[in-house]
Structures are given as C-alpha cells and as structure tokens.
C-alpha cells in the first residue's frame, strides 16, 4: 500500500494518515505517507504555526512535533 501522492479526497486522507503512523510497514513506507501529508498541508500548517508563535523555525518544527505525535491522533480528518 502506497500513499496517493495527491490525497484529494477524505478516504485518500485517512488512508495516507493510517500508513503514515502505521507500526505494520517500514520507516520508509511511514515516511514517504507523512511527506504526502507534509505537501498537502505546508503551507497552511506552516503560515497557521507561525502566526500562532511568531517564529519560523518553531514553526518549521511544528511538523516534527505532529510527526512525533501521529500516532496519538484520535480523528485523522484532525490532522489539517
């Protein structure tokens, strides 16, 4: 199973959330699905972190932060 590089609809996000925080795949599978996420959402997460903290690298680092904790993420749809 492979992300879908596009992610358009909500079953391409949940299915791209799930494999990015899936224990049943490899680091590389996990990673490849949250860089999906990460182009996706870029520019909203990122101009989103940095009017909140005013910062660009804590901003920068805000997509570690929801790296680090995708696996407690109760409702993918959440994720945005």
Same mark, same amino acid.
């Given at each position: 199973?492979?992300?879908n590089?596009?992610? $358009?609809?909500? %079953? %391409? *996000?949940? $299915?791209?959330?799930?494999?990015a925080?899936?224990? %049943?795949v490899?680091?590389?599978?996990r990673?490849?699905?949250?860089?999906?996420?990460?182009?996706?959402f870029?520019?909203?997460?990122?101009?989103?972190?940095?009017?909140?903290?005013? %910062? $660009?690298?804590?901003?920068?680092?805000?997509?570690?932060?929801?790296y680090?904790?995708l696996r407690? *993420?109760?409702?993918?749809?959440?994720?945005?």
């Amino acid at each position: 199973m492979h992300p879908n590089p596009t992610a $358009t609809t909500v %079953d %391409d *996000l949940a $299915t791209t959330v799930e494999l990015a925080r899936s224990q %049943d795949v490899g680091v590389a599978e996990r990673s490849a699905a949250f860089a999906v996420l990460v182009d996706r959402f870029q520019d909203m997460a990122f101009g989103y972190a940095k009017s909140i903290l005013g %910062d $660009t690298h804590l901003a920068q680092e805000s997509f570690l932060m929801a790296y680090a904790g995708l696996r407690q *993420l109760r409702e993918f749809k959440a994720f945005a």
